[in-house]
C-alpha cells in the first residue's frame, strides 16, 4: 500500500494540484528584463497562482482616459526572446495609440520563448504557462480599466503572430479583430482547424518578401486559406521587407495595424 492509498480521491486532487506549481522550469532573470524606458509606459507585475511566481507586464493608458468612458484595448504579443515590454517601443506604435484612443498591454507569456501556446516550448509545462499569463494580464487589465469588450484586439509580431492564431482560435468569442505581422505558426499548427475557428474575425496580415525566418510562402498559403474561406482579410506584402524592421522600426506600416483596428471600431 502506498502513503497516499488511504487518502479519498478528492483529497488527492488537492494534493496534485498543491504539488503542481513545483513542476516548472527555472525561469531566467532575463525573462523580467523590461527594455523600454518611455515615461509613458506602466511597468507591472502580479502573482502567478500556478507557480507563486511574479511575473511583469506593460500598460500604456492614453492621457486622456479618465474612467468616463470605455477604452478600446490592443494585447500586443512580443517575438521569440523579446522582453515583455519589446512592443511598447516600436516606431509609432504609443503615439498612435495616444492619438486615436487605445490602451495596450503587452504580456509577456511567462518567459520569452514559450510561444504563448502556439507550439512546444522547451519545456511543455512552459507553453501552457506562456498562454495562460496572456490571459491573466488581459483579466487584469479588464478589472483595473473600463475596457469596451467590443473593441478588444489581438495582434503579434512573428512568435506572437503565432501566439495570436492559436489563442484566438482557443478563445474567438473575445476578440473583435486579430493583427499578425510576419507570424509563426509552428509547421505542425493545425491551419484548417484554426481559421475556421477565427473566420468570423477580421485580420490584418502584413508581411515581408524577404523575410528570412518566415517565408513569405508561408504566409501566403495563411492567405489563400483565409480567402478560400471568405474571410474577412487584408493582406500587406512589403516588396523588400525584412522579418523584424518592417514593423518594429517602420511607423508607416505600424499606422496600417492602428487603421485597421479603427476600421473595425
Do not use: C
Not at 188 to 206: E, K, M, T, W
Amino acid at each position: 500500500m502506498t502513503l497516499f492509498a488511504h487518502l479519498p480521491r478528492l483529497s488527492l486532487l488537492a494534493l496534485a494540484l498543491v504539488l503542481m506549481p513545483l513542476a516548472h522550469a527555472d525561469r531566467s532573470a532575463a525573462d523580467d528584463e523590461s527594455h523600454i524606458a518611455d515615461a509613458r509606459v506602466q511597468h507591472r507585475s502580479y502573482v502567478f497562482e500556478p507557480t507563486g511566481e511574479t511575473i511583469p507586464y506593460a500598460l500604456f493608458v492614453p492621457s486622456t482616459y479618465d474612467g468616463s468612458a470605455e477604452l478600446p484595448l490592443l494585447v500586443s504579443l512580443h517575438g521569440l526572446g523579446r522582453s515583455y515590454d519589446w512592443l511598447m517601443g516600436y516606431h509609432g506604435l504609443l503615439n498612435l495609440a495616444e492619438q486615436h484612443g487605445y490602451a495596450i498591454v503587452t504580456p509577456l507569456g511567462y518567459i520569452r520563448e514559450g510561444w504563448f501556446g502556439s507550439r512546444p516550448a522547451a519545456v511543455e509545462q512552459d507553453g501552457v504557462y506562456s498562454e495562460l499569463d496572456v490571459m491573466n494580464v488581459l483579466a487584469l487589465v479588464q478589472e483595473e480599466l473600463r475596457i469596451d469588450s467590443d473593441k478588444l484586439f489581438l495582434w503579434g509580431h512573428s512568435m506572437g503572430g503565432g501566439g495570436t492564431y492559436h489563442i484566438a482560435a482557443k478563445h474567438p468569442e473575445l476578440f473583435a479583430a486579430l493583427g499578425v505581422a510576419a507570424p509563426a505558426p509552428a509547421i505542425s499548427a493545425p491551419r484548417d482547424d484554426i481559421l475556421d475557428a477565427i473566420s468570423h474575425l477580421p485580420i490584418f496580415v502584413l508581411q515581408g518578401d524577404q523575410d528570412d525566418l518566415v517565408p513569405v510562402e508561408v504566409t501566403r498559403d495563411w492567405v489563400a486559406a483565409m480567402a478560400e474561406r471568405g474571410m474577412q482579410h487584408i493582406y500587406v506584402e512589403i516588396a523588400g521587407g525584412d522579418h523584424s524592421l518592417l514593423i518594429s522600426q517602420d511607423a508607416t506600416n505600424m499606422q496600417k495595424f492602428i487603421e485597421f483596428f479603427n476600421l473595425i471600431r
